[in-house]
Nanobody, 125 residues
Framework: QVQLVESGGGLVQAGGSLRLSCAASGRTFSSYTMGWFRQAPGKEREFVASILWSGDSANYIDSVKGRFTISSDNGKNTVYLQMNSLKPEDTAVYYC??????????????????WGQGTQVTVSS
């Protein structure tokens, strides 16, 4: 069974940085696509970024392009989301997600079958 555990969230001032980590276990992930989503209060969960487990084919929502970077460390079975130049509108619970199949364009919540518990990111103005 896939287990995903996020960490690295917290409170940061606008313009600051955070790095989220997603530790994955329970499977061999070489054929997986990994994603990061976020959900702000009163809003639907939205796609942020995705990457193939091999580290190829990163995709981002337009609002984070140039500020966020998704990456994977196969040796540590961990996926990261480096977030720079954070804005108050980035405030949300961030979730890691996994989907068996290598496809760089999975962007819907229904595309992903396994989810972490989420980590809170709060950006103050």
């Amino acid at each position: 069974q896939v287990q995903l555990v996020e960490s690295g969230g917290g409170l940061v001032q606008a313009g600051g940085s955070l790095r989220l980590s997603c530790a994955a276990s329970g499977r061999t992930f070489s054929s997986y696509t990994m994603g990061w989503f976020r959900q702000a209060p009163g809003k639907e969960r939205e796609f942020v970024a995705s990457i193939l487990w091999s580290g190829d084919s990163a995709n981002y929502i337009d609002s984070v392009k140039g500020r966020f970077t998704i990456s994977s460390d196969n040796g540590k079975n961990t996926v990261y989301l480096q977030m720079n130049s954070l804005k108050p509108e980035d405030t949300a619970v961030y979730y890691c997600a996994a989907r068996y199949l290598r496809y760089s364009r999975f962007r819907l919540t229904d595309d992903y079958h396994d989810w972490g518990q989420g980590t809170q990111v709060t950006v103050s103005s």
